[in-house]
């Protein structure tokens, strides 16, 4: 039995259906991960998930061998992802992982006994920053950025997944660091 995942579009497409949960389990850390890092919320991160399969299933059909089948479901996450930020309510009013519904704060850290309180508040402000410059990024340069440096894809990949040219796809991996540099760059004289 072949295992590819083309093999396995092509199951799907004589019908088995057992063929889209194999799929499913192969991709679904790597769509998550990717829609996690372009919401920065874990619930609207499993939504797009969820929705993400929900339209490959759908769209199965579509899917054309140019590019990896792992490309074109990047693809359906960007969409859904962007769907979903385009719906979400505006600035606080929306929980993060860091509330606790009930306004107050929840320490997500658990500092090991043996911590250095100092090392801990230092990666904590640099986490704070680092989300503060991923939330000024556009959708298409979180997505670019997300892709190349947390993915490792390539410029190519990252075109094919985002419909855009090699240099369109550069150019906005560009522009993410360069507005993430300035976004860190306060934080670069506290380290010593």
């Known amino acids: 039995m072949d295992g590819t995942d ?21 991709h679904s850390r790597a769509v998550f991960r990717v829609a996690y890092r372009l919401t920065g919320h874990e619930q609207d991160a499993e939504d797009v998930v ?20 792992a490309t074109w479901l990047y693809r359906i996450t960007f969409n859904c992802a962007h769907d979903a930020l385009r719906q979400r309510p505006r600035a606080g ?26 090392q801990e508040l230092s990666r904590r402000r640099l986490d704070a920053r680092l989300r503060e ?4 990024l556009t959708n298409l340069e979180r997505a670019a ?12 990949e990252i075109g ?21 540099r300035v976004a860190l760059e306060p934080m670069a004289g506290q380290r010593a």
């Open 6 to 26: 083309l093999a396995l579009v092509t199951r799907i497409r004589a019908g088995d259906q057992d063929a889209f949960g194999v799929l499913v389990e192969r």
């Open 50 to 69: 969820q929705e993400t399969f929900l339209r490959a299933y759908r769209q199965i059909g579509r899917f054309e061998s140019r590019s990896s089948f």
């Open 93 to 118: 009013t929306r929980m993060s992982l860091d509330d606790d519904g009930e306004g107050g704060r929840v320490d997500l850290a658990d500092p090991s006994p043996g911590a250095d309180p100092a």
């Open 133 to 136: 410059g991923m939330e000024r």
């Open 145 to 156: 950025f997300v892709m190349r440096h947390f993915e490792g894809l390539s410029i190519d």
């Open 160 to 180: 094919r997944a985002l419909d855009l040219g090699s240099s369109a796809a550069k150019h906005s991996i560009f522009r993410a660091v360069r507005k993430l």
